[in-house]
Nanobody, 118 residues
């Protein structure tokens, strides 16, 4: 079992950058895929980036080229580097462990709020 806690959010201007961290508690982190999700006000939660246990990554088109997901298994932590932030990136960001079918293998934490505004 793995449990995640998100951190690193904040308020930035358009074009700014943030790096989010997803700290995992548990002994099997290295075998889990990690996904970053976000939920904007009034919207459903969407998967924006995913990294599997082998390091392969996927991104939703809206963040491709701007966001980078990574993981450090030795630190039991995954990251989301967000560059060139846009107002539409404003959301609460969460991490979880989606298997290949999209089934979540952990529970939603509190998330971390990212606000992009001028």
């Amino acid at each position: 079992q793995v449990q995640f806690a998100e951190s690193g959010g904040g308020s930035v201007q358009p074009g700014g950058s943030l790096r989010l961290s997803c700290a995992a508690a548990g002994s099997m982190f290295s075998v889990y895929p990690v996904g970053w999700y976000r939920q904007a006000p009034g919207n459903k939660r969407e998967l924006v980036a995913r990294i599997d246990s082998n390091g392969s990554t996927n991104y939703v088109d809206s963040v491709k080229g701007r966001f980078t997901i990574s993981r450090d298994n030795a630190k039991n932590t995954a990251y989301l580097q967000m560059n060139s932030l846009k107002p539409e990136d404003t959301a609460v960001y969460y991490c979880n462990a989606p298997n290949s079918r999209g089934l979540l293998m952990s529970y939603w934490g509190e998330g971390t709020l990212v606000t992009v505004s001028s």
